[in-house]
């Protein structure tokens, strides 16, 4: 149940991270985009990990990628 939670987490916090790495991207500042593809593959790496020893695992990874991803975008709308 763990490995479940765990990759659920690590994919949400994972595309809120992507947001922020992706608006650093496109406002052309690359210190700031290469700390934050540091850490995005740093809590990616945890996913991948998690769902390549049980692939039950995938379930909560898309689970956390699209709710990762729409509270990234809130986040990000709401910090502007």
């Given at each position: 149940m763990?490995?479940?939670i765990l990759?659920?987490?690590a994919?949400?916090?994972?595309?809120?991270l992507?947001?922020?790495f992706?608006?650093?991207?496109?406002?052309?500042r690359?210190?700031?985009?290469g700390l934050?593809?540091?850490?995005?593959?740093?809590t990616?790496?945890i996913a991948?990990i998690?769902?390549?020893?049980?692939?039950?695992?995938?379930?909560?990874?898309?689970?956390?990628?699209?709710?990762?991803?729409?509270?990234?975008?809130k986040f990000?709308?709401?910090?502007?």
């Amino acid at each position: 149940m763990w490995t479940y939670i765990l990759t659920f987490l690590a994919v949400f916090f994972t595309d809120i991270l992507y947001v922020y790495f992706l608006k650093a991207v496109q406002h052309d500042r690359p210190i700031a985009a290469g700390l934050w593809s540091v850490v995005v593959t740093a809590t990616a790496s945890i996913a991948v990990i998690n769902y390549t020893s049980d692939h039950l695992a995938l379930i909560p990874a898309l689970l956390g990628a699209f709710l990762g991803t729409v509270a990234g975008m809130k986040f990000r709308k709401i910090s502007k």
